[in-house]
């Protein structure tokens, strides 16, 4: 939420939505609880909001997704969703992006 005012106040972007992606069992940090329960807990921690989501993507995937390559999801997602073009991941647009 306050990233989201923030950006807001800057007059640079608008923000239309955000993503949770919880991290693959994989992932390999001591202590991670299983992603079942922390896919979970994001759902229940973002059901009254009408602008976050949870995408299980990430926690679905046969092994541990670079941080890249979740981006590189998002992206595609939302380009079939909204049909818009945004910039690439690895070589940012100077054209005018949805930011």
Request: charged fraction near 20%; include cysteine; hydrophobic fraction near 35%.
């Amino acid at each position: 939420e306050r990233a989201r005012d923030y950006l807001h106040k800057t007059g640079r972007f608008i923000v239309i939505g955000g993503i949770v992606s919880p991290v693959h069992d994989s992932y390999g940090k001591t202590g991670l609880v299983s992603s079942r329960h922390r896919l979970t807990m994001c759902q229940l921690a973002v059901q009254a909001s009408d602008w976050i989501r949870v995408d299980p993507w990430e926690c679905y995937q046969d092994t541990w997704q670079t941080t890249c390559s979740v981006l590189e999801h998002h992206r595609d997602l939302m380009k079939r969703v909204t049909g818009c073009i945004l910039s690439n991941v690895n070589t940012p647009s100077l054209t005018p992006v949805i930011g």
